[in-house]
């Protein structure tokens, strides 16, 4: 028995000390919880149940030359309801109150909210959605509800803000005003105004700290934010609504016309560089149009006959053939090393001038010009293409420009064809852009600028940055080589291939181009016709240049041709702008059959002077045209939608009386 007692002793004291060896060990991890590892479990603990969460900063606006909004953030808002929070006397004295303002505000009966809130009561639902989507206005009334008012801890009112990004105008100049967006893999990127300026537009993110309250739901701790996010700066475009209106309509429906595959069209202003206008369309598969590439900045592509400028330009500055000096057509074809070179019409010209050459844009003809003057030189012609600035890019804001290339005589791919083919604008390649600055600077007396989308940045009125206009090279070519292609490229209009386009109540100046595109890929299998005008108006006193380039144009009729395609929509530009201007403000005789809504048009602009006393008939116009056009009337105007004109509030022939609000459907 006493040896029974002495084992169980020896037992008792075995689990004794095992048990002071634990509460050793308990107390050691427990001092170094506290002590050693405290900081870092403290920090741990604070992560899984309380973090800041980033509230990002409204990002500035852009807006247009003329104050009108491009691109904006909007708040949106979301609320919820934490339905534990409140104590039962601040629920059901306020849940009758507040089920009756959110009926009023939300749409839905006051019985259906009273339910849905007892019922998230009921069930502890911290989380319950009030409503999604909510502008800044009725974010306000729902927080000074009833029980909401009492804030996060006491009202139970859970609020979560994002920003949108809207475009005010539709999909007009999308391209151009651009995006940032952040990719599958983290990082951003983005196009046009809004990704080149990110720097000014983006504030600085706000902090807002919110602690834990279920899975996936965190809830704010305190009504005001840990740090409140700064807006960004305002962007003030270039871009003229009004005359982009008429860039984007005009081409359109030149676009839709010849079912082409995509075009662009830009407007600058002459002496400052500034882009009034930019339209970049491109077909979809179920034959719509809508901006899908900044074609004018990013496409490089040989541009046809409109590079023979640059051949004028050498020739006459290098004094080798003037604009007097007399070429045979030989028949309408040459040939060098077995290559032949065409004219479009068949025949040639016969005998004719530099000038009458360029005017019909023989190719015959500027090709002999070119190769007989410097086959034996021909870095002395290369180097007037380099010094004019196509050799290189123009360095524009906007990333994914186009890269130019101009064969160089040192080059391993330069042959005996190349100086020739470089002639009518073939083996080469340059942006519509590079194209439109070349022939605004001969516009523009010999300066050639750089072409300007943003003219300043700011802070409310504040200017806080001013962007100055950027001069590539200040004198082109001589004062005498000007006056010479001013006065061809006005003849081409009068009396060369873009005869069709002439007017004589409104004066243009430009050059007419016609490339083949993919001649040299797949055995010519995917070749095609970019047709192109380029030039700039009025021809005495420019005041803008302007380019359109339509690529894949029908075929189906045989009129592909730059004069057919390219060319109205450059008329039709330069045609509404001079409706504008008071001192041209009357057009007549305009050649061709215009429809009924363009004569409701071009009759009220040409008659703003006098007093009007009754609505115009605006069905049919433009929206930008109906809008300029009432309210020079005097007419207070409310658009809704995009496009054309469908129908108006207001009938025509009806009294204009002071403060009419007239209700135009756009579509």
């Known amino acids: 028995m006493a040896v029974e007692d002495k084992h169980i002793s020896y037992r008792i004291y075995l689990v004794a000390f095992a048990i002071f060896l634990a509460a050793i060990a308990i107390a050691i991890k427990l001092t170094n919880i506290q002590w050693v590892e405290g900081d870092y479990y403290r920090k741990l603990a604070k992560e899984r149940t309380v973090k800041n969460f980033v509230i990002p900063a409204n990002k500035g606006n852009i807006y247009s030359s003329d104050g009108s909004l491009l691109a904006t953030s909007i708040p949106n808002y979301e609320i919820r309801f934490d339905a534990v929070t409140p104590k039962r006397e601040a629920f059901e004295n306020n849940v009758q109150s507040l089920s009756d303002s959110l009926a009023v505000v939300l749409g839905k009966s006051s019985s259906f909210y009273q339910n849905e809130l007892r019922r998230a009561r009921a069930t502890n639902n911290r989380y319950y959605l009030i409503a999604r989507n909510l502008s800044y206005t009725d974010y306000i009334k729902i927080k000074g509800f009833p029980l909401f008012k009492l804030g996060a801890y006491k009202g139970g009112i859970i609020v979560e803000q994002k920003t949108v990004r809207e475009h005010p105008i539709g999909k007009i100049a999308e391209r151009t005003i651009g995006y940032e967006r952040k990719t599958p893999s983290g990082t951003y990127d983005g196009k046009g105004i809004e990704w080149a300026y990110r720097e000014y537009l983006n504030g600085k993110d706000g ?178 293409v380099n010094s004019y600035g196509l050799n290189k890019k123009l360095n524009m804001d906007f ?88 006065a061809v490229l006005k003849n081409v209009v009068k009396r060369g291939t873009g005869s069709k386009l002439y007017s004589k109540d409104f004066s243009m100046a430009g050059k007419t181009g016609t490339a083949q595109v993919n001649y040299a890929k797949d055995g010519g299998a995917g070749q095609y016709y970019a047709s192109s005008f380029v030039g700039y108006f009025p021809a005495d006193n420019p005041k803008y240049s302007c380019i359109v380039v339509v690529h894949k144009p029908s075929t189906v009729n045989n009129n592909y041709y730059g004069a057919d395609v390219a060319g109205p929509v450059f008329k039709r530009i330069a045609q509404k702008i001079f409706t504008d201007v008071p001192s ?59 496009g054309k004109v469908k129908t108006q509030s207001l009938q025509a022939g009806q009294d204009i009386i002071k403060n009419t609000t007239i209700t135009l459907e756009l579509l």
């Open 399 to 486: 990333e994914g420009e186009g890269r130019p290339f101009i064969p160089q005589p040192s080059d391993k791919s330069w042959s005996n064809i190349s100086l020739p083919w470089m002639a009518f604008g073939y083996g080469v390649s340059v942006t519509p852009m590079q194209t439109l600055a070349f022939y605004n600077a001969v516009a523009n007396n010999g300066v050639m600028v750089k072409p300007q989308f943003v003219s300043e940045i700011k802070e409310w009125n504040k200017t806080i940055v001013k962007m100055e206009k950027e001069v590539i090279n200040p004198k082109i070519c001589s004062t005498e080589t000007l006056l010479k292609l001013k």
């Open 584 to 642: 041209t403000n009357e057009i007549k005789n305009i050649n061709r059959k215009v429809p009924k809504q363009e004569k409701n048009y071009n009759n009220y602009f040409a008659k703003l002077q006098k007093p009007q006393q009754s609505i115009p008939n605006v069905r049919g116009m433009p929206g930008m045209d109906a809008i300029a056009l009432l309210e020079n009337l005097g007419v207070k105007v409310k658009a809704v939608g995009i």
């Open 207 to 384: 902090k807002i700290l919110k602690q834990k309250i279920a899975k996936g739901q965190w809830k704010p701790i305190r009504d005001v934010n840990e740090v409140d996010p700064q807006d960004g700066y305002d962007v003030i475009s270039t871009i003229d609504v009004y005359i982009q209106d008429i860039a984007h309509h005009a081409l359109l429906k030149q676009l839709q016309e010849y079912e082409a595959d995509h075009g662009c069209v830009v407007v600058m202003e002459t002496e400052t560089g500034k882009v009034r206008a930019i339209a970049n369309l491109g077909r979809a598969n179920d034959g719509s149009y809508y901006e899908t590439t900044n074609y004018a900045v990013a496409e490089s592509h040989e541009p046809g006959s409109t590079f023979k400028l640059v051949d004028l330009m050498a020739i006459l500055e290098d004094k080798v053939a003037d604009t007097s000096t007399v070429y045979d057509t030989n028949g309408g074809e040459i040939r060098y090393s077995g290559k032949a070179v065409r004219d479009s019409h068949k025949g040639g010209y016969g005998k004719i001038s530099l000038a009458r050459g360029f005017e019909l844009s023989s190719n015959t003809v500027m090709v002999q010009a070119v190769y007989e003057n410097y086959k034996n030189n021909p870095s002395k012609f290369v180097n007037h």
